[in-house]
Each structure stands twice: as structure tokens, then as C-alpha cells.
């Protein structure tokens, strides 16, 4: 079994353009991003998966600085994106994570690809916290990559393209699709956000003070209980 980690980042974001590359505590949210999901010890490689427009040039030149595997493809068509991407890795399983995600925490990553491994699934996610206890913004999701194969091969709708695994929750019924709660009573704080997705969001976390380093925790203290 051969785990991949694709990243999915641009700089075209509408509600907070450029926001990869807005500095949190010194270093930008796409370094948070890459940084945090190279923790999680089950994964093996890496890809940012990034629009071959030129805006995007500044942000695949950074995460290339950083070593980290950059692939570049449609802007628009996410999914033709995820599969050129991963294609030629011969990778088993593909774990989508997205780059608005700078608190991602790499244990709870960890603790997807195990549950996905122990569990006979197609679709396994922490990532939605009104379906479980995850506070927003600390998980991800994981498939096979012959059901991204699958996928790139069936899928002919443009929402299906952009939204990249929409695919299997608008077709739930052919898919067995599972998450869970996280092992961890502590994180169990669905009610709070920490993913990036305005303005308000980012000044959230720019106003608190901590490292690149934090435990979920150790967030969950820092901001107390927020609803």
C-alpha cells in the first residue's frame, strides 16, 4: 500500500485571494499546510496539486523551495488535475487534503489511513465535522487510486470536474462511505473552525499566539469554546 498526500492549493481563491501565501506567524499558510501533513507517519510522498496558470507561478516556486513535489494542471477541472497528478507515483491510495487547511493535524491523518485500512470502505473522511466530532479544518479524506482512475474516467458533469470527489456523494449509493469520531476525547469540538476561508477566519488566527508546532490540544485551549 502506497499513500499519497495531494494537496490541493491556488491562489485564485474568491473570497480570500492569494491567501496561500498570507503569512501566519511568520511563515505562509501553504508552509503551515505542507509542514503539518509531513507529520503524519503513514504517508508516503507528497504533491501539491496547483493551477498551470501563471498567477500561480509565485506559489509552486515556494513549495518548491520547501523539496515538496509540485504537480501543475486545470484550473477548472480538479479532477483531471488529482489523477495526472498521481498517475505515474504507483500509488494505492490518495488522501486529499486542502490547502485553506494550515492547522491540518498529521496524527488525525494518521489515524484516517488506519481507520481506512481496518474498515472495508471506498470513501473515508474527518474532514466534515457535522457528520462527526472533529473540530473543522484538522482532517482530510482518502480513497483508492482505482477509484480516482474510476472517476476520471466516468465523470462528465463540470461540477463533478471542480468539485473532484462530489462525484461520490452525489452517487452514494453505489460508493460504502465512512468516517468516525476522533480517538481522542479531547478533540471532540465539532462547534470550533479553524480552517482559512475569509478574511475573519485568517485575522482569527493571526490574533493568537502560537507555533507551526501545535497539538490540536493545545488549540483547543487557546481558543476555548467557541459556537
Known amino acids: 500500500m502506497k499513500t499519497v498526500a495531494i494537496i490541493q492549493a491556488r491562489l485564485g481563491s474568491t473570497r480570500l485571494p492569494y491567501k496561500m501565501m498570507l503569512s501566519l506567524?511568520?511563515?505562509?499558510?501553504?508552509?503551515?499546510?505542507?509542514?503539518?501533513?509531513?507529520?503524519?507517519?503513514?504517508?508516503?510522498?507528497?504533491?501539491?496539486?496547483?493551477?498551470?496558470?501563471?498567477?500561480?507561478?509565485i506559489l509552486a516556486?515556494?513549495?518548491?523551495?520547501?523539496?515538496?513535489?509540485?504537480?501543475?494542471?486545470s484550473e477548472s477541472n480538479v479532477l483531471n488535475r488529482?489523477?495526472?497528478?498521481?498517475?505515474?507515483?504507483?500509488?494505492?491510495?490518495?488522501?486529499?487534503?486542502?490547502?485553506?487547511?494550515p492547522l491540518i493535524d498529521g496524527n488525525e491523518i494518521g489515524n484516517l489511513i488506519t481507520?481506512?485500512?481496518?474498515?472495508?470502505?471506498?470513501?473515508?473522511?474527518?474532514?466534515?465535522?457535522?457528520?462527526?466530532?472533529y473540530p473543522d479544518?484538522?482532517?482530510?479524506?482518502?480513497?483508492?487510486?482505482?477509484?480516482?482512475?474510476?472517476?476520471?474516467?466516468?465523470?462528465?458533469?463540470?461540477?463533478?470536474k471542480e468539485h473532484c470527489l462530489s462525484y461520490i456523494w452525489d452517487n452514494k449509493e453505489k460508493f460504502i462511505i465512512k468516517t468516525f469520531d476522533p480517538l481522542n476525547r479531547e478533540l471532540h469540538h465539532p462547534q470550533m473552525k479553524f480552517d482559512v476561508d475569509t478574511f475573519d477566519d485568517y485575522h482569527k488566527l493571526a490574533m493568537r499566539d502560537f507555533s507551526i508546532d501545535v497539538s490540536?490540544?493545545?488549540?483547543?485551549?487557546?481558543?476555548?469554546?467557541?459556537?
Open 25 to 57: 506567524h511568520g511563515k505562509p499558510i501553504i508552509e503551515w499546510v505542507i509542514k503539518r501533513v509531513q507529520k503524519a507517519q503513514l504517508l508516503d510522498d507528497i504533491i501539491v496539486a496547483i493551477p498551470i496558470s501563471e498567477d500561480n507561478d
Open 61 to 73: 516556486k515556494y513549495i518548491t523551495k520547501l523539496g515538496v513535489k509540485v504537480f501543475r494542471g
Open 82 to 101: 488529482f489523477y495526472e497528478a498521481v498517475k505515474n507515483e504507483n500509488a494505492t491510495h490518495i488522501v486529499r487534503i486542502c490547502a485553506d487547511n
Open 115 to 133: 481507520f481506512y485500512k481496518e474498515n472495508s470502505c471506498d470513501y473515508a473522511y474527518n474532514h466534515i465535522p457535522k457528520d462527526n466530532l
Open 137 to 160: 479544518g484538522l482532517g482530510a479524506e482518502i480513497i483508492s487510486f482505482d477509484l480516482l482512475k474510476h472517476m476520471h474516467e466516468v465523470v462528465t458533469s463540470q461540477h463533478h
Open 216 to 227: 490540536s490540544q493545545e488549540l483547543i485551549k487557546i481558543f476555548g469554546e467557541e459556537k
